[in-house]
């Protein structure tokens, strides 16, 4: 990922997240992460232009969301799940057998998209998220399983 892509995906995640209490990531923690052996990203275009995007940490034969966002104004037209699908079938591919993320247990359309996307809760960290520094929100840990 160059200087430009990762402006350009930096603007979507500052969008995407304003008013959120998750890690706030700006162009130098995206552009580091990009460099990571480990970390690939996933984006979604509309008419040739980025609309949202995901990272993912690959690690041996499993893999974890580390972000994912949809611009604020495509939200809620199904390119969330039009995205997540396409990840599942690359990494099927890639012989994953575990995905893995990590979402705010009140972030009611996230939790939407990913039962939708046959991902399960797994789990539950405490008080994973601040927000505004007063009241702290768990964590629902998500799985897919490819193999059964
Ligand atoms: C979460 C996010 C990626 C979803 O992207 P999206 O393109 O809107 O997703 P989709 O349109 O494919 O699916 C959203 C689902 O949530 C549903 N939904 C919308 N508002 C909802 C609400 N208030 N409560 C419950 N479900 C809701 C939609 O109806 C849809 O479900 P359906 O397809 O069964 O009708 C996007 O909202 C986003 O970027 N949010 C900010 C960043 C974020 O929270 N990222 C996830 C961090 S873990």
């Given amino acids: 990922m160059g200087v430009e892509?990762?402006?350009i995906l930096?603007?979507?995640y500052s969008e995407a997240f304003k008013?959120?209490?998750?890690?706030k990531w700006g162009f130098s923690e995206l552009f580091e992460l990009f460099s990571i052996r480990e970390i690939i990203s996933f984006v979604i275009c509309l008419d040739a232009k980025p609309i949202g995007f995901a990272l993912l940490r690959i690690l041996a034969d499993e893999g974890e969301i580390i972000t994912f966002c949809i611009l604020p104004k495509w939200c809620n037209n199904g390119y969330g799940k039009i995205l997540l699908e396409r990840i599942v079938d690359i990494l099927k591919k890639r012989s994953i057998k575990?995905?893995?993320l990590e979402v705010r247990e009140n972030n009611k359309v996230a939790?939407?998209?990913y039962?939708?996307?046959s991902f399960k809760v797994i789990g539950r960290r405490k008080k994973y998220y601040k927000n505004n520094?007063?009241?702290k929100i768990d964590a629902l840990v998500m799985q897919y399983q490819f193999i059964k």
Avoid: D, G, H, Y
């Fill in 5 to 7: 892509s990762t402006r």
């Fill in 98 to 100: 575990k995905l893995f």
């Fill in 115 to 117: 039962n939708n996307c």
């Fill in 19 to 23: 008013n959120m209490p998750e890690q």
């Fill in 133 to 135: 520094q007063v009241e």
């Fill in 10 to 12: 930096a603007e979507i």
């Fill in 111 to 113: 939790i939407k998209l």
